[in-house]
């Protein structure tokens, strides 16, 4: 099984779009929030960009996850630093790729083929700073298993469904990759540039942490390569042991089943 080098180009994604030069900055700025822009201030910038979006965006849904929902607007101004400009553009090629994408039609009859494989699931308990927590089992990933839409699938559902779970007052979630018994046979650097894409583009500032847990050897070139594609969320991952995983991030009645031996 060869090692798949070149990342095919994601359908919905375009990589100029990206303004690295001004993501690889210190952590300061994923960490920026709502404090930045005084409450009555952040109020009148989004309903600045809601009425722009009815006027010059017309035709995208509203609703949910639409271009008249505030929270939504206002998440996309906490990442794009309030500029008003910057945050229409990016929220509406989000919105697009939601009805291209379909993600309001996928469900979990439509998933449950690849879900059943394990490889990738919500865990049923929050962590210790209460996050919702998406693990991920790289070693019952065989990318020519399945279809490559139905892994995509599979990884938006999850995504939607830990951030329906979210506990009042907390914005992020925790993702573990379990590297535990993975090989060359499991890699696809395809599917790991077109995760992190999305978190980036589509739901950004999502992600609190990412854990890569006892990472083999094999996994190191892997991730070089991956690096430079991840953008800012590269700062966001950490090598850690299953057993740092134990004693940091749950407790004995939360801790996930797969790392209770």
């Given amino acids: 099984m060869s090692l798949r080098l070149t990342p095919a180009p994601f359908r919905h994604i375009s990589a100029a779009q990206s303004p690295t030069s001004k993501l690889n900055k210190s952590s300061s700025f994923l960490k920026f929030s709502v404090r930045n822009c005084s409450s009555d201030t952040s109020h009148k910038l989004v309903m600045k960009v809601k009425e722009k979006l009815e006027k010059d965006y017309y035709s995208l849904p509203t609703g949910k996850n639409g271009r008249d929902d505030e929270q939504l607007i206002l998440w996309f101004l906490k990442d794009r630093r309030f500029s008003v400009e910057d945050a229409i553009s ?4 989000a919105i697009k790729w939601r009805q291209e994408f ?28 209460g996050r919702p927590v998406l693990i991920v089992d790289p070693s019952k990933h065989i990318p020519e298993m399945f279809d490559r839409s139905e892994d ?12 329906s779970r979210l506990p009042e007052g907390k914005e992020e979630i925790l993702g573990i990759f379990d590297l535990r018994g993975f090989s060359l046979k499991n890699s696809d650097l395809n599917f790991l540039t077109f995760l992190f894409d999305v978190l980036y583009y589509y739901y950004p500032r999502r992600v609190g942490q990412i854990l890569f847990v006892d990472a083999p050897f094999v996994f190191q070139p892997i991730w070089q390569l991956a690096k430079p594609l991840v953008k800012s969320y590269a700062s966001l991952v950490r090598f850690c042991s299953a057993d740092d995983v134990r004693k940091e991030y749950f407790t004995e009645s939360t801790l996930p089943a797969s790392f209770r031996h």
């Fill in 152 to 163: 995509e699938r599979l990884c938006v559902f999850l995504l939607e469904k830990a951030l």
């Fill in 102 to 129: 379909g993600v309001s039609e996928i469900s979990e009859e439509s998933i449950k083929r690849v879900a059943a494989t394990g490889k990738s699931y919500l865990h049923d308990s929050l962590d210790v700073n």
């Fill in 90 to 93: 990016k929220l509406t090629k």
